[in-house]
């Protein structure tokens, strides 16, 4: 792995590429008549700016470092061009791929110019999860351990209540001074942009096109709240089965380290977690891939062979072998993540490890891979998703058709000695709803957070009663220990999403937008019927279909010709452009009502009391009563 010189070595000399190329954009000069200022040299300049920006998009898959995302990289080096752009009187051009290439080009032209302050923030805030600075609870003088590598082992493997109370406390209180000084220069940036006419979060939102999608998020946040509670109510006693009575607090909220660790456990043979039907044991898939000999290649040709199904154009040999490379032993991080470049010439780094996640993970790669192809038939600007999530929602249609029962059974011949009755159905949808059901909640109080401090709404000094305050009204959770006086309890995700290759607003978009995709596919090519125990929609498979294959290609041919609210409008019968969750509930429907029964049977209170942590602890008036 790539030493912190080697990286900012590569960093510099990426950086120092884009400023000769920005450099030669800056000798281009265009002629200040105005009559040069319409349609056609228009065109004539974005044909400079297209030249310059595939040059740079060639050096950036030869030298990037992944501390700056692609899209901003490619922002900047644009950045001699938007004085000129912005002269044009754009908005009245007639032709409208003409007018939708400058809007999109010219949202850099807000943001300033990237320095060593922002680059170094960023590199803080993305490795965060790898830096030691834990000691070891057994060898107190050991202080080496990281999150992701080690203590996010601790919190998936043991089940000693004082082990993972201690890392949780420590991994917070021994929080290097830098991070935090990171997440407020990030908090700075965004204050600094806000206009008379845009708050922060309008620009945090820019690429959206909405400054008011976190109303949007927190009303999917709603719509799901029911099945939650249900969920929450069930872990709660399961927790207090595991653990004992005296492991929940009287206000029914769960401690904080216990929810980390159901959501680290959800696929583990060995879990916290209770199957609904313990006696039946869902397969090891594992052991079904390594009895049928796969190799890591063999997953990509499996992927791209989905698509071939479907309709999409075959890849030629030649361009599997230069574009599809095998990576290094020991990259990609714990989880082995591939890396795509799609930007310029494409190319796919794939994981040389065999296993379920990862084939899962090949799929929606090669759907990235097909994303490209299609949406780089447009000139620079237009060649972009159609906003940050998109074509991982698209990904996640893919991954809920490839992984269920069907397709693992008729189509790769795995498990051919389970018959996936409802019951085992049911264990299924569980595991699913386990890593799903209990992220996406957490994910939307990230971003609910950030957007109150950059917007304001809430003084530095209640930072972290806030974070809690919202942990228990979208969650009902809250921490497990006191940690020290002036520390943030944000986990390393929260500081994660602030930067943008993971922002929070993704995870929350793709994963939604996925299952509305997923269903209307399903809908459309009859494999699933409403009110049908025989054609649900968690046993829908696209393989073989060439309408859900051209369905999926027209919205990846959109690329940014049009924003992404234009884009989904065939997802409804009333083409309607906003997201719901109408799909992520009816896929889960069979499991929300087997655990809503459960419950009443075993008369468990759904539900849990508040505590404003922000009024020192003070119990409000109404905190005998169940509120959320």
Known sequence: MASDFEHWVLSTLLLTTFICLAQS?????????????????????????????????????????????????????????????????????????????????????????????????????????????????????????????????????????????????EWRNKMPTDVKEALHYYISYYKNLSTADMAPSAFWYDQYEDPDLLYELENLMKAIR?????????????????????????????????????????????????????????????????GVGLKPFDLVNISVQFFSSMGFRNFTEEFMSEHFIEMEPGTGGPDCKSRIFDFGEIELHYCPRVYYKKLLQT???????????????????????????????????????????????????LLQNYEYDDILNLNRLYRMAAHTLLTLPTYFVHEKLWVDIIDGKVPPEHYNCHYWNLMQKYMGVEPPLQTDPGVYDMPYKFYEGIVDQHRSTKKIFDEFLGYQIYRVICLNIGEFERRNAYKPLDNCDFYGNKFAGKFLYDMMSSGSSKPWREVIKPLTWIHATNMTATAFLEYFEPLNTWISDDNINKNLRVGWMPIDKCKLGIVPPNATTVVY
């Open 226 to 290: 029911p099945f939650y509670r249900e969920m929450h109510a069930h872990l709660r006693n399961v927790l207090r089965h595991k653990y004992g009575n005296d492991v929940i607090p009287p206000t029914g909220l769960i401690p904080h380290h216990l929810l980390e660790q159901v959501t680290y456990q959800a696929w583990k043979k060995e879990t916290v977690l209770k199957n609904p039907f313990p006696q039946r044991k869902l397969p090891n898939l594992q052991t079904e891939l390594d």
């Open 25 to 169: 954009a800056e000798n281009y000069t265009f002629p200040n008549d105005p009559e040069y200022f319409n349609e056609e040299g228009a065109q004539r300049l974005l044909n400079r700016v297209n030249d310059v920006y595939w040059a740079s998009a060639t050096v950036y898959r030869q030298y990037a470092d992944d501390t700056l995302s692609p899209e901003i990289l490619m922002r900047e080096k644009l950045r001699p061009f938007y004085e000129t752009m912005q002269k044009f009187d754009w908005r009245n051009f007639v032709d409208p791929l003409l007018r939708r290439q400058f809007e999109v080009i010219l949202r850099g032209a807000k943001y300033p110019p990237i320095d060593y302050k922002f680059k170094r923030a960023t590199n803080t805030l993305k490795n965060m999860s790898r830096k030691k600075w834990v000691c070891n609870k057994n060898e107190l003088t050991n202080c080496q351990m990281a999150f992701v590598h080690q203590i996010k082992s601790v919190f998936t493997n043991s089940d000693d209540l004082d082990e993972l109370k201690y890392y949780w406390k």
């Open 363 to 413: 799929h929606a790669d090669i759907t990235a891979v097909q994303y490209a192809i299609a949406k780089n038939n447009f000139r620079v600007g237009l060649n972009q998703e159609a906003c940050p999530g998109f074509g991982a929602a698209l990904g996640e249609a893919v991954i809920l058709s490839v992984s269920n029962p069907k397709h693992l059974q008729q189509r790769l011949g």
